[in-house]
């Protein structure tokens, strides 16, 4: 998974010098589903880019385990009044985490619909993502919304010292050196260094971990393919860290059609687009949205996030040695992942905490 991730944060993170959030794992569900719904070469396009479904919902649903009280993921399909959809499509839905169908007037009253799916994301994001869906992306053509949501809140295992311990420190960002709040601690990490890069790993409650991805210059020149990536999170060695890391607060609202037009996955979102698993009616995707916020401070972290798909009808251990001082005091990636599967939640670029 991490090479869709990679692939896919290159394409829609913009320019070097801004932060940018979003979450693999809700992306990554919403094209498995709507991969389900799809033959031929809206198909194959989808699977190239993700992996078979099959494949891609034991991870998903291997990650969603964990999830209970202060977390939560769905995968709603609301569905226009009178349109028809298939049998098998929702059996093969049922199997996703969270899968729910809900009908809803689409057509015949757009705004009201377009309130009523961002209430629904919003209860389940407590609050974080109000708007998912945005004025004018239900029409009058929508037949199907598929609206994958995802929340998490976690604690550090071990905490970051107080906040009151929490300085401004400098941070060099694109276009000069700031000061911001950075959090500090101490003790046994996992921590590797490889390729012009060194990661720490945040073990957190639940079977999550964060991994702090820091390039040894500018992160915009810093090479990073999925080799290197699954290298850097899956081994390491436990050594003393002292560990400076900026608090931040990081989010996105993003287009997917055009980042996923430039990774091969066009046909779904054309006239020629077959996504005849789901319904008798010739739909196409007409808008594929993604919005998402990762809150991170001295006790844990605190993520969102919510892709929204419509479909509408169309006209066609070592010896002891000194402990190793980290300083996260220029951009960097932080990766919020699952520590059995590897299913990654969140990857924000963080240029100016």
């Known amino acids: 998974m991490h090479e869709f991730t990679l692939a896919l944060h290159r394409a829609l993170s913009g320019p070097a010098d801004t932060n940018a959030c979003w979450s693999p ?4 569900t919403a ?48 569905v226009d009044d009178g349109v028809a959809v298939h049998e098998d499509f929702l059996a093969r839905l049922a ?28 209860e389940i994001t407590r609050g974080l993502i109000t708007q998912a869906v945005p004025a004018g992306a239900i029409t009058a053509d929508t037949l199907v919304a598929l ?15 107080d906040a ?12 000069g050196t700031v000061s911001v709040p950075t959090m500090s601690r101490g003790g046994k990490l996992r921590h590797k260094a490889l390729g012009g890069w060194q990661s720490v790993v945040l073990p957190a409650d639940g079977g999550t971990e964060a991994v702090v991805l820091l390039p040894d210059g500018d992160l915009d020149a810093a090479r990073l393919d999925a080799e290197l990536l699954d290298a850097l999170v899956g081994s390491g060695v436990y050594r003393e860290v002292e560990l400076f890391l900026p608090r931040f607060k990081v989010s996105s609202r993003l287009e997917l059609a055009d980042p996923l037009g430039e990774l091969g996955v066009r046909t779904v979102f054309g006239e020629d687009a077959d996504l005849g698993e789901l319904t008798e ?22 993520g969102a996030a919510v892709t929204a798909v419509m479909f509408g009808a169309v006209s066609l251990e070592l010896e002891p040695e000194p402990p190793l001082e980290v300083r996260v005091d220029r951009p960097f990636l932080f990766l919020v992942r699952h520590q059995e599967s590897g299913a990654p939640y969140f990857l924000a670029r963080v240029a100016r905490p």
Do not use: C, M
């Open 25 to 28: 794992y809700s992306v990554a």
């Open 31 to 78: 094209l498995g589903l709507v991969a389900e719904a799809a033959r031929g070469r809206s198909r194959a396009e989808i699977v190239e880019l993700i992996g078979e479904p099959a494949k891609l919902l034991e991870r998903v649903a291997g990650a969603a385990e964990l999830w209970a009280g202060t977390a939560a993921v769905t995968s709603t399909l609301w």
């Open 95 to 122: 199997g996703w985490p969270g899968a729910r169908v809900r009908e809803l007037a689409l057509r015949a009253a757009p705004e009201v619909a377009r309130g009523v799916i961002n209430a629904d994301v919003a």
């Open 281 to 302: 009616e010739r739909v196409a995707v007409t808008a594929a949205l993604h919005q998402a916020v990762l809150d991170v401070d001295e006790q844990g972290l605190e």
């Open 147 to 161: 609206v994958n949501a995802l929340y998490l809140k976690v604690g550090w295992l071990t905490p970051f010292r």
């Open 164 to 175: 009151d311990r929490t300085a401004a420190l400098p941070f060099h960002a694109p276009g």
